[in-house]
Nanobody, 126 residues
């Protein structure tokens, strides 16, 4: 059950930037991502999966944590069937596995989403 694929993670120094991508798996038969609300979650070892933000079908974005507002941006590239999470001014506390999920409504509860990727690791060093 991994119809979505995240990419772009890696190791960066604090203050650096990363752009994560969310795309449909080549073996998944799902609608174009433009048909879904796309959300990003992250999960650090030993912690609950945390809602980061989402983007509506109309392109409106929302972020749940003040700690990421002003640093993270979500954007759609419908021509390439891709949703991006651009992260700047990264901090060590941003270290986590980042997941994208697709659904019909925005919610902070990961249980509400049925379409997921396996995640991509983001590590921010001091």
């Amino acid at each position: 059950q991994d119809p979505l694929v995240e990419s772009g993670g890696g190791l960066v120094q604090a203050g650096g930037s990363l752009q994560l991508s969310c795309r449909a798996s080549i073996r998944a038969s799902i609608r174009a991502l433009s048909a879904y609300v796309i959300t990003w979650f992250r999960q650090a070892p030993g912690k609950e999966r945390e809602f980061v933000g989402g983007i509506s079908r109309e392109g409106q974005t929302m972020f749940s944590a003040e700690s990421v507002r002003g640093r993270f941006t979500i954007a759609r590239d419908n021509a390439n069937n891709t949703v991006y999470l651009l992260m700047t001014s990264l901090k060590p506390e941003d270290t986590a596995v980042y997941f994208c999920a697709a659904g019909g409504v925005v919610t902070s509860l990961p249980q509400r989403y049925m379409i997921w990727g396996r995640g991509t690791q983001v590590t921010v060093s001091s």
